[in-house]
T-cell receptor, first 112, second 115 residues
Framework: GQQVMQIPQYQHVQEGEDFTTYCNSS?????IQWYKQRPGGHPVFLIQ?????EVKKQKRLTFQFGEAKKNSSLHITATQTTDVGTYFCAGPSGEYGNKLVFGAGTILRVKS | ETGVTQTPRHLVMGMTNKKSLKCEQHLGHNAMYWYKQSAKKPLELMFV???????ENNSVPSRFSPECPNSSHLFLHLHTLQPEDSALYLC??????????????FGSGTRLTVV
């Protein structure tokens, strides 16, 4: 079945440093979604990318969808302690595309 | 509140107990899901209910039984669970694929401990 791989598994950065997490799918995706889960919390939807090569920004967060629609990245500029959490990518699967398959996530810790 | 309400927030149950998890959404979504989140494992999709498809996930043990009486409510009935079933159980909802799906809205989850 479809697999979504994410790297790195874990990253510990100094506050103010940049952070990037990468997502790769075993199949071409119709879209890719990103979620953030704070420690002790639940996943919260951040964004959905649909078009090949699409780039979207949300303040210090930049999301990119690869040209082949099989990979994606999330880049955070100048991390802050509020960025702490686990970042997940997810892609649709199944006949109707109504099943989201999640990557294992990247845990971000920020040292102040 | 996320718009998706899960109860209870915490549950401790013995292996011989029967309990149910409840999920409710009033976002106008017509697809609902159960996910299991265990330590050091990706989010695992357990069940999907949508207008287009009702999926009984064959890899989920029969001791988990879903029920979706309408598009706003979803239950997960539990019986004779094992300690390895201890996890965070997350309910989510979304627009159906016919409506562009979009992102999932997750509930706060039920932290289940099986003793």
């Amino acid at each position: 079945g479809q697999q979504v791989m994410q790297i790195p598994q874990y990253q510990h950065v100094q506050e103010g440093e940049d952070f990037t997490t990468y997502c790769n799918s075993s199949t071409t995706l119709s879209n890719i979604q990103w979620y953030k889960q704070r420690p002790g919390g639940h996943p919260v939807f951040l964004i959905q990318l649909v078009k090949s090569g699409e780039v979207k920004k949300q303040k210090r967060l930049t999301f990119q969808f690869g040209e082949a629609k099989k990979n994606s990245s999330l880049h955070i500029t100048a991390t802050q302690t509020t960025d702490v959490g686990t970042y997940f990518c997810a892609g649709p699967s199944g006949e109707y595309g109504n099943k989201l398959v999640f990557g294992a996530g990247t845990i971000l810790r920020v040292k102040s | 509140e996320t718009g998706v309400t899960q109860t209870p927030r915490h549950l401790v149950m013995g292996m011989t107990n029967k309990k149910s998890l409840k999920c409710e959404q009033h976002l106008g979504h017509n697809a609902m899901y159960w996910y299991k989140q265990s330590a050091k494992k990706p989010l695992e999709l357990m069940f999907v209910y949508s207008l287009e498809e009702r999926v009984e996930n064959n890899s989920v043990p029969s001791r988990f039984s879903p029920e979706c009486p309408n598009s706003s409510h979803l239950f997960l009935h539990l019986h004779t669970l094992q300690p390895e079933d201890s996890a965070l159980y997350l309910c989510a909802s979304s627009l159906g694929p016919g409506q562009g799906m979009g992102g999932y809205t997750f509930g706060s989850g039920t932290r289940l401990t099986v003793v």
